[in-house]
């Protein structure tokens, strides 16, 4: 195996330097030319074995302090660069070992200022979720990205998108699929355009779930998906061809400030297109009804999954035929979250979804079971929830397998009209003017920076609302007291 060399020169600098020596002097103590330390310090040749040991030696070098001690400060700094403010600035590795290398009190200086821009962009964008709360929004906000902005604008609007519903009636009367969608599609594709549908191995599409060769005519799909996703993703293609012009206006309306996120923005209403011509408005709404919102009738009935059941109910709110004003959203075993929607905007404010108490979290134990919850904000606003965990496509054996959850919710006022309305435990006598869940709701927050419940067993974060107790004489129930 080949000797990996050193370089080290800003480290050799900052040695020679720290000691008060000249580049002469120093070098007469090693042996060797003034012009070869010159040459070793701007990284033109490396250390050789022979002038480590006489570094360490002659001015006391520990040999470990001339590798590897700027990784953690490169990674830091990728870190940095990689921030939506600096993303245009983003230099190479070599560039950033460079920095981590020749100034690193400098590279410190920029890691540790970014962190505390960070944490008070953070802590800005909670404030302003609380002065919207009390009715004085502001515009004040973190870095966004793309994909930031794309995700705040459909999670403060309505989950309803009229244009294209009308235009996905219009295909499905067109289409006439009656209990094949699927073959339907495809023949519309084949007959229109020439486009072949065809399922390839995972070997074949290792990184993709869909991918269309114009030249060929083909659409590809990963047999990774099930039939439902599979489904989706001949119906998302079929109609951003079919419905151009009433997505182009709808992005249009959004207002979005970027070509990047009006082209995720298509995506977005792609997939809000397949769903409404997979369920159709009119037969899914009267459904819904039947069934009193039950997800797995639903999902049996329209040979679809529980996902977009769930998706489609969020989006019934059609002014002359409106449903339970569901909102949803999904999150993966770490608490990251993929989606928020609502049928009039998901419900920031009043709910957040960001509290570890929530049963979306709990469900990852029990995979597939249902969990029916009502919980109750600080405000005394009450929701009633339901909760799943979703497989994602599916892997190999060797593969762990992609799992999420997903929360779908409405006001508890609405919970005579729903299945689910009677799991819930009914409330003891005494505790009428408790709410509508009476003393069974969970007590919750929109999340732990903006929630001020004391004691909390769950708490993650301290309230920016509120200053750190910091008595050494009293420990609370969480790990941050606050006052």
């Not at 990674?75 to 660069?81: D, H, K, P, T």
Request: charged share 25%; glycine share 8%.
């Amino acid at each position: 195996m080949a000797e990996q060399k050193i370089f080290a020169g800003p480290r050799i600098r900052r040695i020679r330097n720290g000691k008060g020596l000249t580049q002469t002097a120093m070098a007469e103590g090693l042996g060797i030319s003034p012009s070869y330390l010159n040459l070793i310090e701007r990284n033109q040749r490396p250390l050789t074995v022979q002038l480590i040991l006489k570094l360490a030696s002659v001015y006391h070098v520990d040999p470990e302090e001339l590798q590897g001690e700027a990784r953690g400060s490169i990674a830091a700094l990728r870190e940095v660069f990689a921030d939506p403010l600096l993303a245009g600035e983003l230099p190479g590795d070599q560039e950033l070992i460079e920095v981590a290398e020749a100034a690193p009190n400098a590279a410190a200086a920029v890691i540790k200022l970014f962190r505390a821009y960070r944490e008070q962009a953070e802590r800005l964008t909670d404030l302003n979720e609380v002065l919207a709360r009390e009715g004085k929004g502001t515009a004040l906000s973190g870095a966004r990205l793309p994909i930031d902005e794309v995700r705040e604008t459909f999670e403060r609007r309505p989950n309803h998108f009229s244009g294209i519903e009308e235009e996905a009636d219009a295909f499905t009367a067109l289409l006439d699929p009656g209990d094949d969608l699927y073959g339907a599609l495809k023949a519309w594709l084949k007959r229109e355009y020439g486009i072949v549908v065809k399922v390839l191995p995972v070997a074949t599409m290792p990184n993709w779930r869909r991918r269309y060769d114009r030249h060929s005519q083909r659409l590809f799909l990963s047999e990774r998906l099930s039939p439902f996703d599979q489904l989706r993703e001949v119906a998302m293609e079929a109609c951003l061809i079919r419905m151009t012009v009433a997505v182009a206006g709808e992005i249009q309306g959004l207002k979005l400030s970027s070509d990047e996120a009006r082209r995720l923005a298509r995506f977005e209403l792609g997939r809000y297109a397949a769903h409404a011509l997979m369920m159709p408005y009119g037969a899914f709404h009267a459904a819904a009804l039947r069934a009193r919102y039950d997800l797995d009738v639903l999902r049996s009935r329209f040979g679809v999954s529980f996902e977009q059941a769930a998706n489609r109910l969020t989006t019934l709110q059609r002014p002359s035929a409106a449903g339970v004003p569901f909102f949803m959203l999904e999150v993966d075993n770490a608490g990251n979250r993929f989606r928020r929607a609502g049928a009039q905007g998901f419900p920031h404010a009043r709910f957040g979804g960001g509290c570890p108490k929530l049963a979306v979290h709990a469900a990852f134990a029990q995979p597939g079971q249902i969990f029916v919850e009502a919980v109750e904000m600080p405000d005394g606003a009450e929701f009633l929830t339901v909760a799943r965990t979703l497989e994602g496509p599916q892997g190999s054996f060797s593969e762990r397998p992609r799992r999420t959850a997903l929360l779908i919710g409405c006001d508890i006022g609405f919970k005579d009209e729903i299945v689910y309305g009677a799991a819930l435990p009914a409330a003891a006598p005494g505790n009428a003017g408790k709410g509508a869940a009476g003393a069974t709701a969970t007590p919750i927050g929109p999340a732990c920076r903006l929630c001020e419940r004391a004691g909390c067993l769950a708490r993650a974060e301290p309230p920016v609302t509120r200053p750190l107790g910091l008595d050494e004489m009293v420990t609370g129930l969480s790990a941050f007291d606050f006052q």
